[in-house]
């Protein structure tokens, strides 16, 4: 079913290529502002907000059904992750008591991966003022982990393709607004946990098993500038009719 889900937001936009005049791309970066809710064996883990900028972009189909109701789909890359800072014996590690030479030691791991997401919403304003708020749904496949743990002022870091410590799709909610100059403000929640609860191995050179956490759910908050395909055309054809008539 999930990875049917391109498909079928590609027959979505081939559907309604008929209707070309309502039909425009948009495009913009993100900013992120990460949180998430991790518990570990009925615990809360300690977590920092997380900011990135790099390697974030998304391209939307828009189909303007009239000039309050609307809609888009299309494609985005992120990089989303989570950031656990605590006490070793509480970051996650099997099998670590008061022999250990980190006991008691202050310890971070930062957690991320690349993700490929295809979302769908509904949108409702003023698409002439380039105004409005939307609201969807979004699947994104994680296709590229990495993990880096940092103790002693030391840095240890491990990387993968298709990991299995990520759950491969993951499915979100989200709602935001779009203001008139441009400027884009969303919120989004996903709805399954990032870590996959049936990973069992060793992370750092510790035995760890996946299961003993109860959630690993991310949520964020992303600014973004996004360019209208649409207005820039517009513009540029009243800048091509000024030049003419100077002429």
């Given amino acids: 079913?999930?990875?049917?889900?391109?498909?079928?937001?590609?027959?979505i936009s081939v559907s309604l290529a008929a209707q070309e005049k309502r039909i425009y791309h948009s495009s913009g970066g993100e900013i992120i502002f990460s949180g998430a809710d991790v518990n570990y064996n009925l615990r809360s883990v300690n977590t920092n907000t997380r900011f990135t900028i790099f390697l974030l972009?998304?391209?939307?189909?828009?189909?303007?059904?009239t000039n309050h109701i609307g809609l888009f789909t299309g494609f985005g890359l992120r990089n989303i992750g989570l950031i656990q800072e605590d006490q070793y014996q509480?970051?996650?590690?099997?099998?670590?008591?008061?022999?250990?030479?980190?006991?008691?030691?202050?310890?971070?791991?930062?957690?991320?991966?690349?993700?490929?997401?295809?979302?769908?919403?509904?949108?409702?304003?003023?698409?002439?003022?380039h105004f409005f708020l939307y609201g969807g749904y979004e699947y994104e496949w994680m296709f590229h982990y990495k993990q880096k743990l940092f103790i002693d002022g030391e840095k240890h870091k491990f990387r993968e393709w298709t990991s299995d410590r990520v759950n491969s799709w993951i499915p979100s909610l989200f709602a935001g607004i779009q203001f008139p100059a441009g400027l884009n403000l969303k919120f989004?929640?996903?709805?399954e946990d990032f870590l996959n609860s049936g990973f069992s191995g060793t992370d750092f050179g510790e035995a760890v098993d996946y299961s003993q956490y109860d959630s690993s759910r991310?949520?964020?908050?992303?600014?973004?500038?996004?360019?209208?395909?649409?207005?820039?055309n517009k513009w540029m054809e009243k800048n091509d009719e000024k030049s003419a008539l100077s002429l």
């Fill in 1 to 11: 079913m999930r990875p049917l889900l391109p498909a079928l937001l590609l027959a």
């Fill in 57 to 65: 972009s998304q391209h939307h189909v828009n189909l303007d059904l």
């Fill in 90 to 129: 509480h970051i996650g590690f099997l099998n670590v008591d008061r022999a250990h030479p980190d006991f008691n030691k202050n310890v971070k791991i930062k957690r991320r991966s690349y993700s490929l997401g295809f979302p769908i919403a509904l949108k409702l304003g003023s698409f002439k003022d």
């Fill in 188 to 191: 989004k929640y996903y709805l």
């Fill in 218 to 232: 991310i949520w964020y908050i992303s600014l973004s500038f996004v360019v209208n395909r649409k207005l820039v």
